[in-house]
């Protein structure tokens, strides 16, 4: 009974290139959820997922990066001309509800370098 | 706006020593309240939760009481070990339960043997 999966772990790209990281939720669950860690700091919430819906995109930045979850396959967070301000942790997240009431489950995150 | 306020670290003790992490929100109402840890290398893991006032979250030694007169949520532990060496998120979905979890800063704890 696998978690949620994310991969790559570690993602090294150079300046102006695109970075696509995937997470693959848990089985059975639906509702999708990123969030960005910098370095010394906490998690910010990116953008909240439904399969072909984007709930809430309120955290996401107005340009360069996007978020999709397909009917079929992982949710895909793409970062389109990477800066180095990008480097952080990004991880996924995914519940059964599109509710907080039992917690999430974290996948293990992909950390992003850019050079 | 909703906030979710944690000390600061990064907290030193010895094994064995009592542990607590201070942790405050700012919402409208009740909100479900939460504290993550996380390893080093490793995503979040739910340590305990607790969904309405007054209750009490327990896991692995763990305890945390929502008190909702001082709107805290403080991580307690009468016993640490090294092995709970980590950083401890506090979070909560704020006001709205619309989904998304707004983090404390997170609190690095490091016991030593």
């Known amino acids: 009974n696998a978690g949620v999966m994310q991969n790559p772990r570690h993602l090294v790209r150079r300046r102006g290139q695109e970075a696509r990281l995937r997470c693959s939720p848990m089985?059975?669950?639906?509702?999708v959820y990123w969030y960005r860690q910098l370095p010394e700091e906490g998690l910010k919430f990116m953008v909240y997922?439904?399969?072909?819906?984007?709930?809430?995109e309120s955290g996401m930045p107005k340009e360069r990066f996007s978020a999709e979850f397909p009917k079929e396959g992982p949710s895909i967070l793409r970062i389109q001309q990477v800066v180095r301000g990008d480097s952080a942790a990004y991880f996924c997240?995914?519940?059964?509800?599109?509710?907080?009431?039992?917690?999430?489950?974290f996948g293990s995150g992909t950390r992003l370098t850019v050079v | 706006g909703d906030s979710v306020t944690q000390m600061e670290g990064p907290v030193t003790l010895s094994e064995e020593a009592f542990l607590t992490i201070n942790c405050t929100y700012t919402?409208?109402?009740?909100?479900?309240l939460f504290w993550y840890v996380q390893y080093p290398g490793e995503g979040l893991q739910l340590l305990l939760k607790a969904t309405k006032a007054d209750d009490k979250g327990s896991n692995k030694g763990f305890e945390a009481t929502y008190r909702k007169e001082t709107t805290s949520f403080h991580l307690e532990k009468g016993s640490v070990q090294v092995s709970d060496s980590a950083v401890y998120f506090c979070?909560?979905?704020?006001?709205?339960?619309?989904?998304?979890?707004?983090f404390g800063q997170g609190t690095t704890l490091q016991v030593k043997p």
């Open positions: 089985k059975g669950h639906s509702h």
């Open positions: 997240a995914s519940s059964e509800l599109g509710e907080v009431f039992y917690g999430y489950t």
């Open positions: 979070a909560s979905p704020g006001s709205g339960n619309t989904g998304k979890l707004i």
């Open positions: 919402a409208t109402g009740y909100p479900s």
């Open positions: 997922l439904q399969k072909e819906n984007i709930i809430d």
